[in-house]
């Protein structure tokens, strides 16, 4: 499995960004995928999740009513629509495959990420 996220960049505040998490792998269908994102000199968090079957999707509070998440199973692509952005949204965000059944929001649920993309949001 090969995860390649793409779609950063940098943004004034208030702007979207629409991030792309592009799975190879014919088994991409049948798991979760999540977004997290980690900003210099903090620790990797969770942003958001959607189910398998893409019915679920899970938010962090600071992002809630702002980003979506999405995903095309015929494309094999997970998406995270992010928009009225704010400079604490700066940030390299990665995509991940949730392969463990713990809570969305745990690192330690899943086992294959992304290389992760760059969001630059000024001020």
């Known amino acids: 499995v090969q995860l390649q996220a793409s779609g950063g960049g940098l943004v004034q505040a208030g702007g979207s960004l629409r991030l792309s998490c592009a799975a190879s792998?014919?088994?991409?269908?049948?798991?979760?995928m999540g977004w997290f994102r980690q900003a210099p000199g903090k620790e990797r968090e969770f942003v958001a999740a959607?189910?398998?079957?893409?019915?679920?999707?899970y938010y962090a509070d600071s992002v809630k009513g702002r980003f979506t998440i999405s995903r095309d199973k015929a494309k094999n692509t997970v998406y995270l629509q992010m928009n009225s952005l704010k400079p604490e949204d700066t940030a390299v965000y990665y995509c991940?495959?949730?392969?463990?059944?713990?809570?969305?929001?745990?690192?330690?649920?899943?086992?294959?990420w992304g290389q992760g993309t760059l969001v630059t949001v000024s001020s």
């Open positions: 991940a495959r949730k392969y463990y059944s713990g809570d969305y929001y745990r690192l330690s649920q899943y086992d294959y």
């Open positions: 792998g014919r088994t991409f269908s049948s798991y979760a």
């Open positions: 959607i189910s398998w079957s893409g019915g679920s999707t």
